[in-house]
């Protein structure tokens, strides 16, 4: 039911989860919204794939195999030509301490799950809005 | 040898036996061998008749019974009771000389003789130490018998000296006993102290993991529960097409159920942070207004379908509050949320006033509702009670909201109190201080 035409200039969300049933649940209400996306499945993924398409934003699950996602993040914004991507932490894990590592890590913003799909893609639209507003220095 | 013939003459046969007697009695540790031979030898050199030699028990200075005797009939059962210091024997215990009691006055429960009754103290008796005992000789007149006052302070003092010994080796031993004593008592209590130590420790190891495995189930627990609410809602908005009314109802069912089952498991979450000290205070400046306009759009769609009057009553002047605004409003949230549970009809007023005099804030949601007994206005604060936890009750939920408030309230120097009554609706109010110290 993707009815909105995927054009170029329609922004390409990463979406770094490595449960399945979440990921292209996301994937799909994204899709449905009007975004392009792109799926990985653990931080060194997503590196890979965040420096080969440049996604306009980046929704990053923090427990993650193989790469976690603090790593993953910090690991983005360490490199020039991927600093510029806003990542959003998803985190399920609701104790204490995760959403200042997030932050430390370099997360531009946090979102705990559980988090229904249109709840998420406001907070993508969210995001953008805000860097659009105050351009990459 | 010129001395020993001397000693040993016949005209001065008192001398040689005195020494034969004195090193007699220091070969003897034994009261009652010394009492018998002291007898024997006054019976042998003094000629001296019935005779009876008397002694207190070591238990009671004042009960005497009989060491040794010389033709006294049914000697070795008698005893003497000195308790009545009038007794005509109790004084000479404390005097240094013998006294002589004629015939009539020997007290009769004495087994001698109706003959008078020569009393020699045993020692060296004066009014601080009484005599060690007593040599009571038959004697018809007051007429000293030689030897028998030498006889009698000789055995006394000797008595004396084992009386002492005996004592010390008792006081020693009962010293060595409680020294023991302590020493087991001590190391019984270091045993225990240990063991409370390591059941601390273990029990601290326990909550600490009891609360890492709560937080670990909650994330495992919510991970599908994620996925069952984001397809549900998806559904709901038709991302894969339209549904018809029963779908609808069906996925309405799926949706209020699943959130119900978020709620139940967030809730846990919260108790388990709270425990592990895992909640941390977030103080910021806010308004109430703000705040409860908050509350009352996060319940809405419960309002809506409760069809309860549902109002706020604000104070005019409500100043800015320095509080953790996250925990007020779940406070506010959940209490509000009660309120529309358990009141079938009539309204909701969420009230707030603030109390210059001691700079506090109440927030109050009163209601219409079916209100709570007196008897269980206290154990509804408590994790997992309700009013009815039966598995038949009326109403659902986890039993932990109340006792999550509270501990929240506790948490930023508030409290939660309640005024209700059987039938006639609850009020609860949340009271806090309008700035919250910082931990």
Redesign the interface.
Not at chain 1, 113 to 118: A, E, G, R, S, V
Not at chain 2, 222 to 227: D, G, K, S, V, Y
């Given at each position: 039911?993707t009815q909105t035409l995927q054009q170029d200039n329609t922004p390409l969300v990463l979406i770094v989860d490595d449960?399945q049933?979440?990921r292209e649940?996301?994937a799909?209400?994204l899709e449905?919204s009007g975004f392009r996306v792109i799926e990985a499945r653990n931080g060194a993924e997503a590196l890979e794939k965040a420096r080969e398409q440049h996604p306009a934003i980046i929704l990053m699950d923090l427990s993650l195999p193989v790469m976690d996602g603090w790593e993953a993040t910090r690991r983005l914004k360490e490199d020039v030509s991927t600093r510029g991507i806003p990542v959003v932490a998803l985190s399920?894990?609701?104790?204490?301490?995760h959403s200042r590592e997030a932050q430390d890590a370099g997360c531009d913003a946090y979102v705990t799950?559980?988090?229904?799909?249109?709840a998420l893609v406001k907070e993508v639209q969210r995001v953008l809005t805000a860097v659009r507003r105050t351009p990459a220095e | 040898m010129p001395s020993t013939a001397v000693l040993s003459s016949p005209a001065t046969p008192a001398p040689e036996a005195r020494l034969a007697l004195a090193e007699l009695l220091l070969g003897s540790d034994e009261a009652r061998v010394c009492a018998r031979a002291t007898v024997d030898w006054l019976v042998r050199n003094a000629r001296v008749g019935q005779t009876l030699c008397l002694a207190p028990d070591d238990t009671d200075a004042n009960h005497f019974s009989a060491l040794a005797s010389h033709d006294v009939q049914g000697a070795e059962r008698y005893t003497l009771s000195l308790h009545d210091a009038a007794h005509p024997l109790a004084a000479v215990l404390h005097q240094p000389e013998p006294r002589w009691l004629p015939a009539g006055q020997v007290p009769p429960e004495l087994p001698l003789g109706r003959t008078g009754l020569l009393a020699v103290p045993l020692g060296q008796p004066d009014p601080e130490t009484p005599a060690a005992g007593l040599l009571l000789v038959a004697a018809p007149t007051p007429e000293p018998i030689p030897d028998v006052r030498w006889v009698a302070r000789h055995l006394g003092t000797h008595l004396a000296r084992l009386h002492k010994g005996r004592q010390l080796k008792r006081l020693e031993a009962a010293s060595t006993e409680l020294a023991a004593r302590v020493n087991a008592a001590t190391e019984e209590l270091a045993t225990q102290n240990e063991l409370l130590r390591r059941q601390a420790f273990q029990l601290e190891q326990a909550c600490a993991a009891k609360s890492q495995f709560l937080?670990n189930m909650?994330?495992e627990l919510?991970?599908?529960?994620?996925?069952m609410?984001?397809?549900t809602?998806?559904l709901l908005?038709g991302?894969?097409?339209e549904l018809s009314a029963p779908q609808r109802r069906s996925l309405v069912r799926i949706d209020s159920n699943g959130h119900h089952l978020?709620q139940i498991i967030?809730e846990i979450?919260d108790i388990t942070?709270i425990e592990a000290g895992?909640?941390?205070l977030h103080l910021s400046d806010f308004r109430i207004p703000e705040l409860i306009q908050e509350v009352l759009s996060e319940l809405d769609p419960i309002i809506v379908r409760s069809k309860l009057a549902v109002s706020t009553a604000l104070a005019a002047e409500l100043p800015v509050i320095h509080g953790d605004r996250q925990k007020v409003k779940q406070i506010v949230v959940n209490l509000l949320a009660n309120a529309l549970k358990f009141t079938h009809e009539g309204s909701i007023q969420v009230l707030a006033r603030y109390d210059a005099a001691d700079e506090s804030v109440d927030i109050s949601v009163e209601d219409t509702g079916i209100g709570i007994a007196p008897r269980h206005q206290e154990m509804i604060f408590e994790d997992f009670q309700q009013v009815d936890s039966s598995p038949t009750r009326p109403y659902g939920g986890t039993g932990l909201g109340l006792s999550i408030c509270r501990r929240l309230a506790t948490m930023i120097d508030g409290q939660v109190t309640l005024k209700s009554a059987l039938g006639q609706g609850s009020t609860f109010t949340l009271h806090l201080p309008r700035r919250a110290r910082p931990t």
């Open positions: 039911m449960y049933d979440a649940m996301y799909e209400y449905f399920g894990h609701a104790m204490d301490g799950k559980p988090c229904l799909p249109d | 937080a909650s994330h919510r991970t599908p529960l994620n996925a609410l984001g397809y809602n998806m908005q991302v894969s097409g978020l967030n979450l942070r895992r909640m941390p």
